[in-house]
């Protein structure tokens, strides 16, 4: 069955750098779009950044543009989200999530059980 596995969460000092894993199984990653989501203490969960299948178009929200960075290793089926200028207000439960196709605008259909960002000095 299809699975994700979230790594690389911890605790950072503002400022840092951070680079989360997400490990898939049971599915080929090569095709479909796997999304970033985080989940902030008593906040909703919020997309962060998508990546296509291919890696040929990315997105991000705009609070983390030019600070995180989405990539894609298909041969060894593990998507990245590289952190870096970390905030307190980075602090959340990082999800990985993979789409219903190769495209970023499709619906989610699996979803890792998070790894925590702590941002604190």
């Known amino acids: 069955q299809s699975q994700l596995v979230e790594s690389g969460g911890g605790l950072v000092q503002p400022g840092g750098s951070l680079r989360l894993s997400c490990a898939a199984s049971g599915f080929t990653l090569a095709n479909y779009a796997i999304g970033w989501f985080r989940q902030a203490p008593g906040k909703e969960r919020e997309g962060v950044s998508c990546?296509?299948?291919?890696?040929?178009?990315?997105n991000y929200v705009d609070s983390v543009k030019g600070r995180f960075t989405i990539s894609r290793d298909n041969v060894k089926n593990t998507v990245y989200l590289q952190m870096n200028l970390l905030k307190p207000e980075d602090t959340a439960v990082y999800y990985c999530a993979k789409r219903r196709r190769g495209v970023c605008n499709s619906g989610v259909d699996y979803w890792g059980k998070g790894t925590l960002v702590t941002v604190s000095s």
């Open positions: 990546i296509s299948s291919t890696g040929g178009s990315t």
